[in-house]
């Protein structure tokens, strides 16, 4: 996982979730960054592209945290809602690190199949407080 990418996603954790640190704070928080991120994506890879990039990005994830959801139906609400009851819990630090890992893996999954450029360009729709943070290779969408 790219450090950048993991500074975006607590960034985005931390204005989803507010300044409470509890874990159902955190679990609500990435519930909602989750849904965001889907839906904003979804335009241009479909929900089945989005689910595909979810369930490996988990997946990955679940070597360091292994109490993440099983077989993931995708990122829907019922993925969305499954992680944030599986982050729910745990304490705080575990389940915001557990989170980074697995958002920071699909936008850097997403990076690589539309390019980082544009996935930069599509989280500062999103969240555009972060778009001085956000990722760039150098490279464009139409490079290798």
């Given at each position: 996982?790219k450090?950048?990418?993991?500074?975006?996603?607590?960034?985005v954790?931390?204005?989803?979730?507010?300044?409470?640190?509890s874990?159902?704070r955190?679990?609500?928080?990435?519930?909602?960054?989750?849904?965001?991120?889907?839906q904003h994506f979804?335009r241009l890879?479909?929900?089945?592209g989005m689910?595909?990039l979810?369930?490996r990005?988990?997946?990955?994830?679940?070597h360091e945290y292994p109490?993440?959801?099983?077989?993931?139906n995708?990122?829907?609400d019922?993925?969305?809602?499954?992680l944030?009851d599986?982050l729910?819990q745990?304490?705080?630090?575990?389940a915001?690190a557990?989170?980074?890992?697995?958002?920071?893996?699909?936008?850097?999954l997403?990076?690589r199949f539309?390019g980082d450029?544009?996935?930069?360009?599509?989280l500062t729709?999103?969240?555009?407080e972060?778009?001085?943070?956000?990722?760039s290779s150098g490279?464009?969408?139409?490079?290798?």
């Amino acid at each position: 996982m790219k450090p950048e990418l993991a500074e975006i996603a607590r960034r985005v954790l931390g204005r989803e979730a507010g300044e409470s640190a509890s874990p159902e704070r955190v679990a609500i928080g990435a519930a909602n960054a989750c849904e965001q991120l889907t839906q904003h994506f979804s335009r241009l890879i479909g929900r089945t592209g989005m689910r595909l990039l979810f369930d490996r990005s988990v997946l990955l994830a679940r070597h360091e945290y292994p109490w993440l959801p099983r077989g993931a139906n995708g990122l829907d609400d019922d993925a969305c809602s499954a992680l944030a009851d599986a982050l729910a819990q745990h304490d705080p630090g575990t389940a915001t690190a557990a989170f980074v890992a697995v958002w920071a893996t699909v936008v850097e999954l997403l990076g690589r199949f539309i390019g980082d450029a544009l996935v930069a360009r599509l989280l500062t729709e999103l969240w555009p407080e972060i778009s001085h943070h956000a990722p760039s290779s150098g490279r464009t969408e139409d490079e290798p």
